[in-house]
């Protein structure tokens, strides 16, 4: 069975990290993943830069922007992460930007995923209509489960129409913004939350968008299975180096 | 060949709607809509009444005899560059603010280059009364400051891109970013024929009318609608898919697409993207794109603000890789001087982006019969501390 959909299979709210491979420094990549998963972080996005994120904001921007002048690319990060799993054992997943995976070929990228022990992919710019045109066999052949987001916006049709083709978790967009803008959730937040736990769906969801410590991660929790902090992240790494993880996780749970 | 936009929002193996989920809801609206509304009456009466009336269209077809002379061929300019606001952008920009009117929409917002398509998306919301928020590269400010201030005294707000190149290319992010943040009340004006299915083909279809009038005005002229070749220079190519459009269809019209080489093609420094470009996504479209081994983007150069893009429109993609089109690069150095010898031989100052269309004449020879039609897609105005810097005049 895939690590994602095991891992939603246990009895806790999920708690997701996003950083910027790459970011602060070239070779942090590794470390910042075993320390995360040491300190009880349940899942990881590991963020491949890219030069026109547009669906972020400032500080993932800056970061993507960081490593790339760091030297990161596509081939160095497989090459960081060739050993991953014989130290980490919780669901890993890259998330970027369509442009580069369709340089590196989408199956060769897909096939060095399932080599490395990659569980699924988010690619923010590659709509579910294309994904399941296209994509979605190859996807399937590795064993590679692709995320979807929704937000505030998505028809309740198109949310059950991403929630067939989806087969890990749903990406619930907080708000309608980019990465990092908000802080903290309103009552308009809250009842979208509970429209879509309502709908029953088959996949569990996970929120991300302005979640950026323990508060908003509870507020956010209490309606989904799990929610995804980055921005926050990003900027404790950007402040303190990737030296002081257990701090920042320690303060969410 | 089909070499309109399909049904799907492709055209060949280019265009599609790469958006994130956060913009489906406004570029689905936009595309369930945008025929429907612009076949209207009532919208067609208002949009030709405001391309007489206001931007003053037709626009003519002039016969430029010296410089026909000079290249032994019959040279006619469609002149653009007469429309108020002094480029073609301005037939885009009405005819996307009726349809935001339609669709209800309280806030508009546009990414520039030049300046040329924020002067036009200005214009049109103090036309309308409509908020209008303009996103422009840090660097084009600094070399467009005429249209900032024209854009400043229109009511617009200029919002400097401060991210990547902070040009062209970046202007669009951060336009593309204040969708996302603002998914109802706001409207995107794409000034180029870029971004997601149905921007390529909405765009196309308001410049169109460059090539509608071009057939009368050569049949009055001539006494034939076709002329041998249309030639128009392209960034991300609206005037160039306007000038082509009635043209795409018929096999005897050659279509010229000139793109900006900066400093040369091999210079690595240089926008021309049928030559440097691969196959790749950018701001929603599947088209050829400068771009690293890595799927980076690259930073385009260009002397030229309207030209420093660093892909092209899905309609020229698929009509460079199907070899429809014709496509020259020129650089800097021969854009500025085929723009000082249009100065000199007609008494026409072009934009810069204009002047690259025109160094073609230096690069193809055409036969003393051909017609050859050449966008002349706006006035020099705004380039005039760039030209007098070049030429230290």
């Known amino acids: 069975m895939n690590r994602i959909t095991q891992k939603l299979q246990e009895d806790k709210k999920i708690l997701s990290i996003y950083f910027s491979a790459g970011y602060p420094n070239l070779n942090d990549t590794v470390q910042i993943i075993q320390d995360l998963e040491k300190n009880g972080v349940d899942l990881i996005e590991i963020g491949l830069p890219f030069s026109d994120p547009l669906a972020d904001g400032p500080t993932i921007q800056a970061s993507s922007t960081q490593a790339l002048k760091n030297g990161m690319t596509t081939q160095i990060l497989f090459d960081q992460l060739k050993n991953i799993r014989e130290s980490v054992k919780i669901p890993l997943i890259i998330m970027g930007y369509f442009n580069p995976m369709l340089q590196y070929g989408v199956e060769a990228f897909c096939k060095k995923c399932a080599e490395i022990g990659i569980d699924g992919l988010i690619i923010p710019d590659l709509p579910v209509d294309v994904y399941a045109d296209e994509y979605k066999a190859i996807f399937q052949k590795y064993g590679l489960i692709n995320v979807f987001l929704i937000t505030p916006q998505t028809s309740d049709e198109r949310i059950r129409f991403i929630d067939s083709v989806s087969n890990g978790f749903i990406y619930m967009v907080s708000s309608a913004s980019v990465t990092g803008s908000q802080s903290g959730f309103g009552n308009t937040q809250e009842s979208y939350f509970e429209r879509i736990s309502n709908m029953n769906l088959k996949n569990p969801q996970i929120i991300g968008f302005g979640i950026s410590n323990k508060e908003t991660f509870n507020q956010a929790t209490k309606f989904a299975k799990g929610a995804i902090i980055g921005s926050a992240f990003i900027k404790h790494l950007s402040e303190k180096g990737s030296g002081k993880i257990e701090e920042f996780v320690g303060e969410i749970r | 060949m089909n070499f309109n936009v399909n049904e799907k929002g492709y055209y060949g193996e280019f265009g599609g709607a790469y958006i994130p989920e956060m913009l489906y809801p406004n570029v689905e609206e936009l595309r369930e809509n945008y025929l429907k509304i612009t076949s209207e009456p009532d919208f067609k009466a208002e949009f030709d009444q405001l391309l007489k009336d206001y931007v003053g269209r037709p626009s003519p077809l002039y016969f430029a005899k010296r410089l026909s002379e000079k290249y032994n061929t019959k040279i006619y300019l469609k002149r653009e560059d007469l429309n108020h606001t002094g480029a073609h952008k301005v037939n885009n920009t009405i005819g996307q603010i ?126 034939r609608e076709n002329p041998d070749y249309v030639v128009a220079c392209i960034g991300g190519g609206s ?82 890789q199907t070899g429809r089109g014709e496509f020259f690069s020129v650089t800097d150095d021969d854009a500025m001087n085929a723009g000082l010898q249009l100065t000199k031989l007609e008494g026409i100052i072009p934009a810069i982006e204009s002047a690259h269309a025109f160094a073609v004449l230096d690069q193809k020879k055409f036969k003393p019969t051909d017609i050859v039609v050449i966008s002349l897609s706006g006035r020099g105005d705004k380039d005039l501390d760039n030209y007098i810097d070049y030429f230290k005049l």
């Not at chain 2, 070399?143 to 005294?153: F, G, L, S």
């Not at chain 2, 459009?245 to 690595?268: C, N, Q, R, T, W």
Request: proline residues 5%.
């Open chain 2, 239 to 320: 005037n160039a898919a306007g000038t082509y459009y009635h043209f795409l269809h018929e096999p005897e019209v050659g279509i010229i697409a000139v793109e900006a080489a900066g400093k040369g093609v091999d210079s690595g420094f240089s926008a021309a993207t049928s030559k440097l470009g691969k196959v790749g996504v950018i701001h929603g479209c599947k088209t050829l794109l400068m771009q690293t081994p890595d799927g980076q983007i690259t930073e385009p150069y260009s002397i030229s603000a309207g030209l420093d893009y660093p892909g092209v429109g899905p309609m020229h993609a698929h009509l460079a």
């Open chain 2, 98 to 223: 009726l349809v935001a009117k339609r669709l209800g929409k309280k806030r508009i917002i546009a990414e520039t280059g030049a300046g040329q398509h924020g002067v036009a998306t200005a214009t049109v919301c103090a036309l309308m009364g409509l908020e209008c928020i303009v996103y422009m590269g840090e660097i084009d400010i600094a070399r467009q400051a005429p249209n900032v201030a024209r854009m400043k005294m229109l009511g617009a707000e200029v919002r400097p891109a401060l991210s990547g190149s902070r040009t062209l290319k970046d202007a669009t992010n951060e336009a593309i970013r204040d969708w996302i943040n603002n998914p109802v009340d706001t409207h995107y004006i794409i000034g180029s024929a870029i971004g997601p299915h149905p921007y390529p083909d909405m765009v196309t279809r308001f410049q169109s009318v460059i090539s509608e009038e071009i057939k009368w005005q050569l049949k009055e002229k001539e006494g």
